[in-house]
């Protein structure tokens, strides 16, 4: 009766619906308008020249700083729609705006100055020709200027994604049903099987160390495997036979460094997503090596057919978010889903955290 | 006092057992998911029952939520990890609630509570949050019949009742067909006045006599379409 969807896609680009940088700001626009005064200045200290003239100058920056004005608004007011866009197609778009704003642009300031007849341009250059010229200029410094923005705009993100992650240290990295659950877990080992409850105390000690250090600094591969493998062991106290973990990492690269908590959410999704609302539980797979000159790591785990929850999307987007941050564009997060089973592979390049 | 513990989490039903004992209460038995639950308490007739919220299959408030169908609902503690808030909107049905690792004091105190109170049998009340049911529940001679909602086919009103038609039979509740239309808008598509058909089950569209009926997968009853649902029911069909 119910239909069969088979789904396997690649994860999208980075952070996607804001990755276009806000013009609207008005630090932004600032920087837009020292960026067009340089030009004019450069332009206008360039050797060819018969004299400096300030009149010279002070007719370049009114049209330049109408064309940057003018580009400001219309990337502000495109702004929601680029960002719709993946990175390559919307940065084509708004290039090609840009370019068609400064020829439109500069027909209409030079054919309005000469209707006006201030005599401001030199009458023996034709129309067409200050267009294309114009043209010229905007298609290098457009190029440049773009490539900064989006830069600066991953940057920011990335900031900002490792202090939320911080932040969310707590209360999402680490449940607070996790912890609460995890204490019942304790408290009712401490009667039967003191032994175990110990082991398991020591365990969410490390974790907590983790989680509340405050530090964003690398902390080896190895060590981070090992948190993953103490999270497992509390998840499996609690669910028991309903959880099974099948390991095969022996020739993952220890000495790598990442970000620390980068990989332990991927196993509390696998489990929270994956084991838990299954009632006969599951296994989850986990395998990882070294390919050429990466290093990778893959979860699979069982799903119920149908369930996607949007939590699973938001850690992963974190997950992404630091990656890029950590190792630039390098470094990968893939999501393979079908029906039934999930499946994330992390990629990270060897030797090159930032 | 005959309790019944619910948890998916067998050393959380291990230390609820172990803190009953401590009380004198014998655990009649345990259940590791709300659907469970229900046949257990059809089976061991529990005065009491600790539920659990987030469970697989069905959760907590779920379960209580049918379990109130019953003519003498058993009294209900929730336990519960982290989910207060859920509790605080839903505390009708319930005397108390505890939040785990349980503490023994508070233990006691709610079994007196229990003892003290008698639940009172009522009609379904809401999930809160406009949360969906995982399953319709109908009363049957006495006890509860549940049946997951991916297994129902249509759901046709005849009077104060609504049939539910579904893979394994036909069972009657009490419940309005609007209200079932809200809270499974995604599911079901209403297709006259007094029918609801699972998007999932359509097979298609038969003109007979001037009426336009839709035929099912798994059962060989047709239903009329209303000359008012038919323009939708037709973009509907269109996009599956």
Known sequence: MSRSVSESRKAPDPAPGRWFPNFCRTDVVFSLVVLGELVVLIMWLAPGRDGLSLRDLAVSSLFGQWLVLLCAVALCSLRPLLNRLPVLKGSVVAYLCILLLVAGGTAVAVSAERFAGFQLTSTDTSLARYVTNSVILAALVAAAALRYYYIQQQWRAGVEASSEAQVRALQARIRPHFLFNSMNTIASLIRTRPKVAEEAVLNLSDLFRAALSRSEESASLAAELTLCRRYMEIEQLRLGDRLAVNWDIDTLPGRETLPPLLLQPLFENAIYHGIQPRTEGGTVEVTGGRDGQRWWITLRNPMIAGARKPGNQIALNNIRQRLTHHFGEGATLAVQETVDQFQVTVSVPLGVAL | ?240
């Open chain 2, 1 to 240: 006092m005959n309790v019944l513990i619910v948890d998916d989490e067998p050393l959380a039903q291990e230390r609820l057992a172990q803190l009953l004992g401590d009380e004198g209460v014998a655990v009649a038995g345990t259940a590791a998911n709300g659907r469970e639950a229900i046949d257990q308490v059809a089976r061991l007739k529990p005065d009491l029952v600790f539920m659990d919220i987030r469970m697989p299959v069905m959760d907590g408030l779920e379960a209580a939520q049918h379990l109130r169908l019953l003519e003498t609902p058993p009294r209900l503690i929730f336990c519960t990890a982290y989910d207060q808030h859920a509790l605080e909107a839903f505390d009708a049905s319930a005397i108390d609630y505890l939040v785990k690792p349980v503490r023994a004091d508070r233990l006691r105190e709610a079994l007196s509570k229990a003892e003290r109170f008698t639940a009172e049998g009522g009609t379904a009340q809401p999930l809160p949050d406009s949360e969906q049911r995982s399953h319709l529940c109908a009363r049957v001679r006495g006890n509860l019949e549940l049946i997951p909602l991916e297994d129902v086919i249509c759901l046709h009103a005849e009077h104060k009742y609504v049939t539910v038609i579904y893979s394994d039979g036909e069972v009657l509740i009490e419940e309005p067909l609007k209200a079932l239309e809200e809270e499974f808008a995604d599911r079901f598509l209403r297709i006259h006045r007094n029918a609801l058909v699972a998007l999932n089950a359509i097979a298609g569209l038969d003109r007979e006599d001037g009426q336009v009926l839709v035929k099912l997968h798994g059962t060989d009853r047709r239903l009329e379409v209303s000359r008012r649902n038919l323009p939708t029911v037709r973009k509907v069909i269109k996009g599956l």
